[in-house]
Protein backbone atom coordinates (compact mmCIF):
# COMPACT_ATOMS: atom_id res chain seq x y z
CA UNK A 1 0.00 0.00 0.00
CA UNK A 2 1.13 3.24 -0.93
CA UNK A 3 2.11 5.74 2.20
CA UNK A 4 2.29 9.44 2.02
CA UNK A 5 5.98 10.28 2.65
CA UNK A 6 5.47 14.11 4.51
CA UNK A 7 5.05 13.38 7.90
CA UNK A 8 2.39 16.48 7.91
CA UNK A 9 0.27 14.34 6.06
CA UNK A 10 -3.48 13.94 7.81
CA UNK A 11 -3.24 10.52 6.26
CA UNK A 12 -0.20 9.45 7.63
CA UNK A 13 -1.67 7.44 10.32
CA UNK A 14 -5.17 6.99 8.85
CA UNK A 15 -6.25 3.20 8.55
CA UNK A 16 -9.66 2.37 6.74
CA UNK A 17 -11.07 -0.56 8.04
CA UNK A 18 -14.18 -2.02 7.27
CA UNK A 19 -17.32 -1.91 9.43
CA UNK A 20 -17.72 -4.99 11.73
CA UNK A 21 -20.47 -5.70 13.58
CA UNK A 22 -20.91 -9.00 14.51
CA UNK A 23 -24.31 -10.64 15.04
CA UNK A 24 -26.38 -7.50 12.97
CA UNK A 25 -28.34 -10.35 11.17
CA UNK A 26 -28.85 -13.02 14.18
CA UNK A 27 -32.30 -11.57 15.17
CA UNK A 28 -33.54 -12.08 11.36
CA UNK A 29 -32.12 -15.39 11.53
CA UNK A 30 -33.71 -16.21 14.47
CA UNK A 31 -37.49 -14.51 12.97
CA UNK A 32 -36.85 -16.38 10.39
CA UNK A 33 -36.77 -19.77 11.25
CA UNK A 34 -39.58 -19.25 14.27
CA UNK A 35 -41.70 -18.09 11.66
CA UNK A 36 -42.28 -21.27 9.74
CA UNK A 37 -43.59 -22.41 12.88
CA UNK A 38 -45.60 -19.40 13.51
CA UNK A 39 -45.16 -15.70 12.12
CA UNK A 40 -46.14 -14.50 16.26
CA UNK A 41 -43.08 -16.36 17.57
CA UNK A 42 -41.06 -15.30 14.86
CA UNK A 43 -41.46 -12.09 15.60
CA UNK A 44 -40.69 -12.11 19.06
CA UNK A 45 -37.90 -14.24 18.74
CA UNK A 46 -36.48 -11.86 16.40
CA UNK A 47 -37.52 -8.75 19.35
CA UNK A 48 -35.96 -11.06 22.39
CA UNK A 49 -32.99 -11.71 20.26
CA UNK A 50 -32.50 -7.88 18.80
CA UNK A 51 -32.77 -6.61 22.67
CA UNK A 52 -30.48 -9.36 23.73
CA UNK A 53 -28.27 -7.92 21.67
CA UNK A 54 -28.45 -4.57 21.77
CA UNK A 55 -27.96 -4.83 25.87
CA UNK A 56 -24.45 -6.77 25.37
CA UNK A 57 -23.75 -4.17 22.89
CA UNK A 58 -24.26 -1.21 25.83
CA UNK A 59 -22.43 -3.20 28.46
CA UNK A 60 -19.64 -3.09 26.31
CA UNK A 61 -19.45 0.12 25.79
CA UNK A 62 -21.33 0.77 22.42
CA UNK A 63 -22.71 3.86 21.15
CA UNK A 64 -26.08 4.05 19.85
CA UNK A 65 -25.00 5.62 16.59
CA UNK A 66 -23.06 2.64 16.08
CA UNK A 67 -26.32 0.43 16.72
CA UNK A 68 -28.82 2.19 14.25
CA UNK A 69 -29.83 -1.55 12.39
CA UNK A 70 -30.08 -3.04 15.14
CA UNK A 71 -32.29 -0.33 16.99
CA UNK A 72 -34.05 -0.11 13.81
CA UNK A 73 -34.68 -3.77 13.72
CA UNK A 74 -36.15 -4.42 17.24
CA UNK A 75 -38.39 -1.67 15.92
CA UNK A 76 -39.44 -3.91 12.94
CA UNK A 77 -40.23 -6.88 15.35
CA UNK A 78 -42.12 -4.47 17.68
CA UNK A 79 -44.39 -3.01 14.51
CA UNK A 80 -44.36 -6.81 13.57
CA UNK A 81 -45.22 -8.44 16.78
CA UNK A 82 -47.60 -6.30 17.29
CA UNK A 83 -49.93 -6.93 14.09
CA UNK A 84 -49.40 -10.40 14.38
CA UNK A 85 -50.76 -10.35 17.46
CA UNK A 86 -53.71 -8.14 17.04
CA UNK A 87 -54.62 -9.45 13.74
CA UNK A 88 -53.00 -13.24 13.38
CA UNK A 89 -54.58 -14.14 10.08
CA UNK A 90 -53.28 -10.78 8.49
CA UNK A 91 -52.12 -10.73 4.59
CA UNK A 92 -48.86 -9.19 6.12
CA UNK A 93 -48.05 -12.89 7.26
CA UNK A 94 -47.54 -13.84 3.40
CA UNK A 95 -45.49 -10.72 2.87
CA UNK A 96 -43.16 -10.40 6.00
CA UNK A 97 -40.15 -10.69 4.16
CA UNK A 98 -40.50 -8.50 1.15
CA UNK A 99 -41.46 -6.30 4.20
CA UNK A 100 -38.57 -6.77 6.45
CA UNK A 101 -36.17 -5.83 3.07
CA UNK A 102 -37.90 -3.25 2.62
CA UNK A 103 -37.72 -1.75 6.10
CA UNK A 104 -33.80 -2.39 6.31
CA UNK A 105 -33.79 -0.92 2.95
CA UNK A 106 -35.81 2.39 4.21
CA UNK A 107 -32.88 1.89 7.09
CA UNK A 108 -30.33 2.55 4.83
CA UNK A 109 -31.56 5.07 2.65
CA UNK A 110 -33.11 7.36 5.69
CA UNK A 111 -29.87 7.15 7.46
CA UNK A 112 -27.96 8.61 4.13
CA UNK A 113 -31.21 11.01 3.70
CA UNK A 114 -30.24 12.76 6.74
CA UNK A 115 -26.32 12.50 6.69
CA UNK A 116 -25.76 10.02 8.71
CA UNK A 117 -25.27 6.58 7.10
CA UNK A 118 -25.62 3.71 9.62
CA UNK A 119 -21.85 2.15 9.06
CA UNK A 120 -20.40 5.63 10.01
CA UNK A 121 -20.86 5.27 13.96
CA UNK A 122 -19.41 1.91 13.49
CA UNK A 123 -16.63 2.57 11.81
CA UNK A 124 -15.60 5.47 14.23
CA UNK A 125 -15.30 2.56 16.55
CA UNK A 126 -11.77 1.62 14.34
CA UNK A 127 -10.49 5.26 13.87
CA UNK A 128 -9.39 7.86 15.55
CA UNK A 129 -11.32 10.74 16.47
CA UNK A 130 -9.13 12.94 14.95
CA UNK A 131 -10.12 11.41 11.54
CA UNK A 132 -14.01 11.10 12.10
CA UNK A 133 -14.74 14.85 10.29
CA UNK A 134 -12.57 14.13 7.23
CA UNK A 135 -14.68 14.20 3.86
CA UNK A 136 -12.86 11.07 2.82
CA UNK A 137 -13.86 9.04 6.13
CA UNK A 138 -17.37 10.09 5.50
CA UNK A 139 -17.21 9.34 1.85
CA UNK A 140 -16.15 5.74 2.73
CA UNK A 141 -18.90 5.03 4.46
CA UNK A 142 -21.63 6.71 2.50
CA UNK A 143 -20.57 4.67 0.05
CA UNK A 144 -20.71 1.21 1.77
CA UNK A 145 -24.44 2.15 3.10
CA UNK A 146 -25.26 2.98 -0.39
CA UNK A 147 -24.17 -0.38 -0.75
CA UNK A 148 -26.20 -1.97 1.91
CA UNK A 149 -28.92 -0.11 0.80
CA UNK A 150 -29.21 -1.39 -3.05
CA UNK A 151 -28.83 -4.63 -1.96
CA UNK A 152 -31.57 -4.59 0.59
CA UNK A 153 -33.36 -2.74 -2.15
CA UNK A 154 -32.72 -5.37 -4.62
CA UNK A 155 -33.84 -8.46 -2.55
CA UNK A 156 -36.67 -6.79 -1.49
CA UNK A 157 -37.91 -6.07 -5.13
CA UNK A 158 -36.54 -9.44 -6.54
CA UNK A 159 -38.80 -11.27 -3.53
CA UNK A 160 -41.67 -9.19 -4.31
CA UNK A 161 -41.31 -9.95 -8.21
CA UNK A 162 -40.88 -13.53 -7.52
CA UNK A 163 -44.20 -13.66 -5.35
CA UNK A 164 -46.22 -11.65 -7.96
CA UNK A 165 -45.03 -14.49 -10.86
CA UNK A 166 -44.91 -17.18 -8.64
CA UNK A 167 -41.02 -17.61 -9.25
CA UNK A 168 -39.53 -21.00 -8.35
CA UNK A 169 -38.31 -21.35 -4.56
CA UNK A 170 -34.25 -20.84 -5.86
CA UNK A 171 -35.10 -17.55 -7.42
CA UNK A 172 -35.52 -15.80 -3.51
CA UNK A 173 -32.57 -17.92 -2.37
CA UNK A 174 -29.88 -16.86 -5.70
CA UNK A 175 -31.95 -12.64 -4.20
CA UNK A 176 -30.50 -13.36 -0.83
CA UNK A 177 -27.26 -14.43 -2.11
CA UNK A 178 -26.15 -11.67 -4.64
CA UNK A 179 -28.28 -8.66 -2.46
CA UNK A 180 -26.16 -9.55 1.00
CA UNK A 181 -23.17 -10.97 -0.63
CA UNK A 182 -22.82 -8.04 -2.74
CA UNK A 183 -22.73 -5.62 -0.20
CA UNK A 184 -20.50 -7.99 1.76
CA UNK A 185 -17.78 -7.97 -0.52
CA UNK A 186 -18.00 -4.16 -1.45
CA UNK A 187 -17.30 -3.53 2.46
CA UNK A 188 -14.46 -5.71 2.49
CA UNK A 189 -12.08 -4.40 -0.28
CA UNK A 190 -13.54 -0.61 -0.55
CA UNK A 191 -11.92 0.83 2.19
CA UNK A 192 -8.09 -0.44 1.20
CA UNK A 193 -8.83 0.88 -1.82
CA UNK A 194 -10.09 4.07 -1.02
CA UNK A 195 -7.30 4.64 1.53
CA UNK A 196 -5.04 4.02 -1.42
CA UNK A 197 -6.35 6.51 -4.07
CA UNK A 198 -6.69 8.99 -1.38
CA UNK A 199 -2.30 8.37 -0.26
CA UNK A 200 -1.61 8.58 -3.52
CA UNK A 201 -3.24 11.86 -4.36
CA UNK A 202 -1.62 12.79 -0.85
CA UNK A 203 2.01 11.79 -1.91
CA UNK A 204 1.72 13.55 -5.24
CA UNK A 205 0.92 16.40 -3.59
CA UNK A 206 3.74 16.44 -1.17
CA UNK A 207 6.08 15.60 -3.50
CA UNK A 208 5.06 18.85 -5.82
CA UNK A 209 5.17 20.90 -2.37
CA UNK A 210 8.65 19.55 -1.62
CA UNK A 211 9.86 20.14 -5.17
CA UNK A 212 8.27 23.57 -4.60
CA UNK A 213 9.83 24.58 -1.50
CA UNK A 214 13.10 22.96 -2.55
CA UNK A 215 16.09 25.92 -2.12
CA UNK A 216 17.10 27.31 -5.31
CA UNK A 217 13.65 26.30 -6.74
CA UNK A 218 11.72 29.49 -9.28
CA UNK A 219 8.84 29.52 -10.55
Same mark, same amino acid.
Given at each position: MIRPLCPLCPLRRLRLRRPRRRGGFVPWIVAGVVSSFDWRWGALGGLVSGLLLLLQD??????????????????????????????????????????? @????? %??????? *???? #???? /? &?????????????????????????????? @????? %??????? *???? #???? /? &?AAHVAGLLGPAVFTKVHPGRAQARMQATW???????????RPGHTT
Open positions: RRRGVELDALVLEISTIAYFVVVGAVSVVDPGSALADHTDVIS @FAWLA %VTAWGTL *AIRR #PFTL /G &IAKRQTPREYWEMPEFVQVNNRITSAWGAG @FTFIG %VSLAVAG *AVDA #PGWV /G &ILSSCLAASRHL
